[in-house]
């Protein structure tokens, strides 16, 4: 249970207590469904749902979104492009903090080695990155493949 959830199932104790003191009988149940209906909700279900995504969302932000323009380093090159797809992901337990898989379409080729025999370039890439924008393995260790600058 998260802690918005308790707080709401406290307040939800305290109007049960209160509406008791002067004389009318309310069931957990309904001091539940009081509440929800103040904060604008149809019924518990439905805002206990909404404090469980407020809870989410709190701590999962991710540092771009899809559609975002973004510019940073790619294996040393600087590059502009577009955030194609993220998806956060739960990798491992060993996990530093939040990761995404993110896509990104750069808006031109993108030099990622020096071969004199051939021009080795990137276009569209996909990786993991965290927080901070830097590119990072499931652990959430930063790999330096790619950083994202994030204003």
């Known amino acids: 249970m998260t802690d ?10 305290r109007l049960r207590s209160y509406l008791s003191d002067i004389g009318h009988a309310l ?3 309904q ?4 509440i929800s209906k103040e904060e604008g ?3 518990w279900n439905t805002f206990s749902a909404q404090l469980r995504q407020q ?6 932000n991710p540092p ?5 323009v973004v510019k940073g380093i790619y294996r040393g090159s600087p590059f502009k492009g577009t955030v194609l797809g993220l998806e956060r992901t739960d990798g491992s337990p060993k996990q530093l903090g939040p990761v995404w898989r993110i896509k990104v ?10 071969s004199q025999s051939m021009s ?6 996909r990786g993991m990155i965290n927080g901070k924008g830097q590119s990072v393995n499931l652990k959430g260790v930063p790999d330096d493949f790619m950083q994202i600058d994030i204003s």
Do not use: M, W, Y
Request: aromatic share 4%.
């Open 120 to 125: 080795l370039t990137r276009q569209r890439v």
């Open 31 to 34: 001091s539940l469904e009081a």
């Open 41 to 43: 909700c149809r019924d």
């Open 64 to 68: 771009v979104q899809v559609g975002d």
């Open 4 to 13: 918005l959830i308790t707080r709401a199932k406290g307040r939800a104790k």
């Open 27 to 29: 069931s957990h149940a």
């Open 55 to 60: 809870t989410f969302v709190q701590g999962n």
């Open 105 to 114: 379409q750069f808006d031109g080729p993108v030099e990622i080695g020096n």
